[in-house]
């Protein structure tokens, strides 16, 4: 009865914690969180100004003393005190109350990090308040969130280009056959876009517009229909403001080294894959998830490229969360499947 209680009121969750955006699934409730991975310090005074979406709205606008960092990079923890508070703080958010509860908590961590890393990530949600922390390998939290059926004797694909990872695997029986992660996704689509812009315009422009003109008119293939934008940013040489036309092919361009590296590692994940999973892979076809999925045109290229029909999960975006929360409903059923094989 009290072991009832006690999980009932301590809002259970999974976490996507991403190098970009953090997303939280309450048990009972879905998701109920999605704010940037962004924490604003104060350096002068060692405090911390502002974390989520308060503190993205700081990035390239903040004085000398205080810095808006993102304490996760490459899907790992760069800042682990930093990264701690962002975790209580987003606990503290959902919970929306006082309470001596803790809640048990699932993570979405990239395939690639090393135990050391894994570790880290444990302590620091144990830091700020989990009774109980379980890690799961984001390639399966996507598929599971996604709906693919990753129990059943066949081949599963999945891609997830996240803001610091893509990652990519196949999946079958309830595990992962090949499994890549590369440090490459949106963020280094951003950052090919700054240096574009700085090389081939003598413009400096910030991370924040590089994102900005990525969604308004960043594409990886070839579009019907071409765009442009006006772009702002300081010119280098004048040292002043100056404004510049773009079309969506200048920053296909700009993106081609990040995106060939992505296309690069799903072939590598093909060319592991055995011949029968790869087979199936013909009818049942590749899901790509992740942010970085919704790049115009990611799907046609990746398509193009491995010669598989590819699909666009439901809602890309919340895939690793949704597969977190899923996992963590059925928490007890699989450690009492452990419990029976031990």
Do not use: W
């Not at 060692?46 to 700081?58: R, S, T, W």
């Not at 081949?155 to 990519?168: A, F, Q, W």
């Not at 072939?267 to 055995?274: A, F, N, S």
């Amino acid at each position: 009865m009290f072991d009832f209680i006690f999980s009932f009121f301590s809002n259970d969750m999974g976490i996507d914690l991403g190098t970009a955006t953090t997303l939280v699934y309450v048990k009972g409730q879905g998701i109920i969180l999605r704010e940037p991975s962004v924490v604003a310090y104060d350096k002068d005074n060692q405090e911390i100004k502002a974390i989520g979406d308060e503190a993205k709205k700081m990035v390239g606008m903040t004085p000398s003393s205080i810095e808006a960092i993102r304490p996760l990079r490459n899907g790992v923890i760069a800042d682990f005190d930093i990264t701690e508070k962002m975790i209580r703080y987003f606990i503290k958010k959902v919970h929306n109350r006082t309470t001596l509860l803790h809640p048990r908590i699932v993570i979405g961590i990239p395939s690639g990090i090393t135990e050391v890393e894994r570790r880290a990530v444990r302590e620091a949600a144990e830091q700020a308040g989990a009774r109980e922390v379980h890690l799961i390998e984001e390639p399966m939290a996507a598929a599971i969130g996604a709906g693919l059926p990753i129990h059943e004797p066949t081949g599963n694909m999945v891609i997830d280009i996240g803001g610091g990872t893509t990652e990519s695997s196949v999946i079958s029986l309830g595990g992962m056959v090949v499994s890549k992660s590369i440090p490459i996704a949106g963020d280094e689509m951003d950052e090919a876009i700054v240096a574009y812009f700085k090389k081939n315009h003598n413009l400096a422009i910030g991370y924040r517009t590089s994102e900005s003109i990525k969604m308004q008119i960043g594409s990886v293939f070839p579009q019907h229909k071409e765009e442009t934008l006006d772009v702002k940013g300081l010119d280098m040489t004048q040292g002043l403001p100056r404004t510049i036309n773009v079309s969506s092919k200048d920053i296909r361009t700009a993106m081609l080294e990040p995106v060939k590296s992505i296309v690069e590692m799903v072939k590598e994940v093909l060319e592991e894959t055995p011949a029968e999973l790869a087979a199936e892979l013909v009818d049942r076809g590749i899901v790509m998830a992740g942010g970085g999925s919704l790049t115009r045109g990611m799907t046609d290229l990746i398509s193009k490229e491995t010669h598989l029909p590819v699909y666009l999960a439901q809602d890309p975006t919340t895939c690793v969360v949704l597969g977190t929360g899923r996992y963590l409903e059925e928490l007890e059923n699989i450690k009492k499947a452990r419990s029976h094989l031990e």
